[in-house]
């Protein structure tokens, strides 16, 4: 896998996050990954999840809690 140039990643926070600042950012536009990391850190770790997994997960997460099931 190449690793992706996160220096010119285009970051961004979801526009549900309102101005707390306890967030994660992810960076779209790298070809099948999706860059995850702390907005707080901004120059610390990110990770990087497949599109598909990325994808997966946020489905689950529109889907509703899984307590329970």
């Given at each position: 896998?190449?690793?992706?140039n996160?220096?010119?990643a ?6 549900y ?10 960076a779209?536009?790298?070809p ?22 990325w ?15």
């Amino acid at each position: 896998m190449i690793t992706p140039n996160l220096e010119v990643a285009a970051w961004r926070k979801s526009s549900y996050s309102g101005q707390g600042g306890d967030c994660i950012e992810v960076a779209d536009g790298l070809p099948g990954v999706m860059p995850v990391r702390d907005s707080k850190v901004p120059h610390g770790p990110a990770l990087s999840f497949s599109a598909h997994s990325w994808s997966a997960f946020v489905g689950a997460v529109k889907s509703g809690p899984l307590l329970g099931k």
